[in-house]
């Protein structure tokens, strides 16, 4: 009988605790979050967290904030931080989370987080870094726009900053839409 892991498996607690599941378990992802050198990488991506935590805000503050930049520049940098901020949130969350399930592990299965849990960060962690990179091409067509109305754009108010906020938040409905059509990718693989 050839039997694969899949989240059904693992939610049903009885079949958790069999001999066979465990054993799935074990020559999956079970032999990985044991090593050493994982953890360790674990550890270090914890460090960068805290590290870019207490940094984001601080070179906001210190360099962006108090910079003579345009106000439309100036909204789509801090929008452009605060989602960086909740992308190392969710990273730090996550890996935390991780090694709060291997350290309470009792079976082979147990360091496997929920269906619920492996969405919401995923899908978290997908959306942030499909706004950070929505949000560089924005930034570059603001500064083009600047460009191009040399003699008008320092007297424009902050509208062209909103609907450039607005076709940030459009693309990634789309990056939605070219995700679920792709064949190549699988995502109801779990």
Aim: proline fraction near 3%.
């Amino acid at each position: 009988m050839n039997r694969t892991l899949s989240y059904d498996l693992l939610e049903n607690e009885t079949a958790r605790h069999s001999a066979i599941v465990q054993n799935l378990c074990l020559e999956g992802e079970g032999a990985l979050v044991s090593n050493p050198l994982y953890r360790c990488f674990q550890l270090i991506q914890v460090i960068e967290c805290i590290i870019a935590i207490v940094s984001l805000p601080l070179v906001y503050c210190r360099y962006i904030q108090s910079a003579a930049f345009h106000i439309n520049l100036k909204i789509l940098l801090c929008l452009y931080y605060q989602i960086a901020g909740v992308y190392v949130l969710v990273v730090l969350i996550c890996t935390i989370f991780q090694a709060v399930l291997w350290l309470t592990s009792r079976n082979p299965c147990d360091v496997y987080p929920s269906r619920f849990a492996h969405e919401f960060f995923n899908l978290s962690e997908l959306y942030c870094l499909l706004y950070l990179l929505a949000s560089q091409p924005l930034v570059s067509l603001e500064r083009t726009i600047a460009t191009l109305r040399v003699d008008t754009y320092e007297k424009c108010s902050k509208k062209s900053a909103a609907v450039l906020y607005v076709i940030a938040s459009v693309s990634l409905r789309f990056f939605n839409i070219v995700l679920q059509r792709e064949e190549n990718l699988e995502l109801n693989s779990c």
